[in-house]
């Protein structure tokens, strides 16, 4: 069974502030043209996303340069809604990848979605940094709530990989099972991915 | 094991002829912003991408309207360089998932790419529509060539999804693999996909 981790994007699927908006414009019409097509025009953060290290890391990695198996594999998926002291005795296995569950995604649309959501102290990244994952995803627009982010220059200077805007996690909280996050194939600082859990 | 079947997107990656070209730009600059991000525009049927029937068939479905379990599944390979009639004799699996190895992709950014390449007929067409396939997926730039479509139409008129520019398919051909096939996640004719095999 899957489960779609993915929000839908379109023109009202909410940006970053100061990130670039998402324009849908149609390029062929089925009843004049044939075919029907359009042409999209996203940022990189839009929406369901991958982090790479050259988003916030002098000189890292763009997303194309990581081998397939770090987009795949075993994964948890961690009730953080009450803060990330849970992370430590949740039992990370090394290599993995692990899901926070914020409960954010309830507040998707709303203005507080961006303006107040709860973040992982650095002693926490630098906890997760000694698990080796593959892979650190969420339920919320960012990892870091401060200017210099903190919290992304931790785990990508360290080669995790980092998924925001995540949606319906609560069901995968306690569960075991296969993530998928899969990013289009762009030599850039991130890209939109669809991302499943296999249960 | 994974094989990446997609190709790379980037203003060079080629466009089927009319098709709106892509578009890459920077938006936040590192040293400037504190991150690096991108606005990227390309066609919903740019570089390895899913057709929907919206595509080609009047009040079909758009992609986000099926199942994540018709994205992923198990899948062969058969090769068809030397024509389509392998396909009948090739023990083809009810439900399941068929990539056409044309070799059309070692000739992705030559001109003969969109100009000779192998085509099924409607009569195979039809057949794999009694096979109830989830998906076809090819490593050329069109299921047809011709300009009324008649293949298009058959599959998707079936709600048969059709996967376009796949690459690295050779080492599949004969092989039994699983197929992950996930577009991001857009309610439109197509989308944009990354496309691995596990093995």
Redesign the interface.
Known sequence: M???L?????EQTPVYP???KTA?KP??V?AKD????????????V??HIDAP???I?SGKSL?KF???R??GSAQCIDVSDGFDAVKTAGIQEGGIVLFCTKMSDKYFDKAYYENYPVMSEEVANYLVTKKLKMVGLDACSVDNK???PIHKILLGNDILIIENLTNMIQLIGKEFKL?A?????????A???V?A?L
Request: glycine share 12%.
């Open positions: 899957f489960i779609d993915s929000v839908l994007l379109n100061g990130d670039p849908i390029a062929g089925l044939g075919w029907c097509d359009h042409y999209v025009s996203v940022g990189t953060h929406g369901t050259m988003h916030m002098e194309d081998e397939l198996d987009f795949a200017d210099d982010f998928y899969l990013p289009i194939k762009l030599g850039l600082d991130g939109p991915a669809r499943v296999e």
